[in-house]
């Protein structure tokens, strides 16, 4: 089983609401990530966890809030995002940091800010 | 600065016929190498990956050339099938496993 789950699948919020993104995984990894794709570019590394704990903040805005409860969940709060945030989020996971670890990717969530 | 490059944003092929989809790095820190395959609406999808000190690895129909001294690496489909038409990334990766993609190259395998 080699699977990330993210919840919603699709996901329209206004500028000023408070939404949030989720990804599972069963795997015992212990290393999560948040991506963020536009339309025609590349994957775009916004945060990592390793072990529960933030390692990697690659200067994402503060309207955009990772949240890892425990090994298994990686939630990101949503608030006061703009239109220009619209984009696809992919969470993925690995066993930890080491290098040569593969890093499997959720099927994204679609997020339209209106 | 865009450290992982694919030049070709497309590339066409007939099925039965080998697809090579190649990148090009500038960071000589990076120490591993990733293709990942995207469908619309997905995820990317691990493909095939190559530490830094091979030149080759092989997995079916898909095998993977490094050439450290060019910055090169490169993906051979063989033979490349419909199913096979795609996105495909390539990612390279530092320690901390922040993995660094190239724009993507759209592959189309006609029947």
């Known amino acids: 089983d080699t699977e990330v789950t993210q919840t919603p699948k699709h996901l329209v919020m206004g500028m000023t609401n408070k939404k949030s993104l989720k990804c599972e995984q069963h795997?015992?990894?212990?290393?999560m990530y948040w991506y963020k794709q536009k339309a025609k570019k590349p994957p775009e590394l916004m945060f990592v966890?390793?072990?529960?704990?933030?390692?990697i903040n690659e200067s994402v805005p503060s309207r955009f809030s990772p949240e890892c409860p425990n090994s298994s969940l990686l939630n990101l709060h949503l608030h006061a995002l703009q239109p220009e945030d619209s984009a696809l989020y992919l969470c993925?996971?690995?066993?930890?940091?080491?290098?040569?670890?593969?890093?499997?990717f959720g099927e994204g969530s679609w997020l339209t800010v209106v | 600065d865009q450290q992982v490059k694919q030049n070709s944003p497309s590339l066409s092929v007939q099925e039965g016929r080998i697809s090579i989809l190649n990148c090009d790095y500038t960071?000589?820190?990076?120490?591993?190498f990733l293709w990942y395959k995207k469908y619309p609406a997905e995820g990317p999808t691990f493909l095939i990956s190559?530490?830094?000190?091979?030149d080759k690895n092989e997995d079916g129909r898909f095998t993977v050339f490094l050439n450290k001294s060019a910055k090169h690496l490169s993906l051979h489909i063989v033979p490349s099938q419909p199913g096979d038409s795609a996105v495909y990334f390539c990612a390279a990766i530092t320690s901390g496993s922040r993995l660094t993609f190239g724009e993507g190259t759209q592959l189309t395998v006609n029947p």
């Open positions: 960071n000589s820190m990076f120490d591993y």
């Open positions: 966890y390793s072990y529960e704990k933030l390692s």
């Open positions: 993925a996971s690995s066993q930890d940091q080491t290098l040569g670890n593969t890093i499997y």
């Open positions: 190559i530490s830094s000190i091979k």
């Open positions: 795997m015992g990894h212990r290393a």
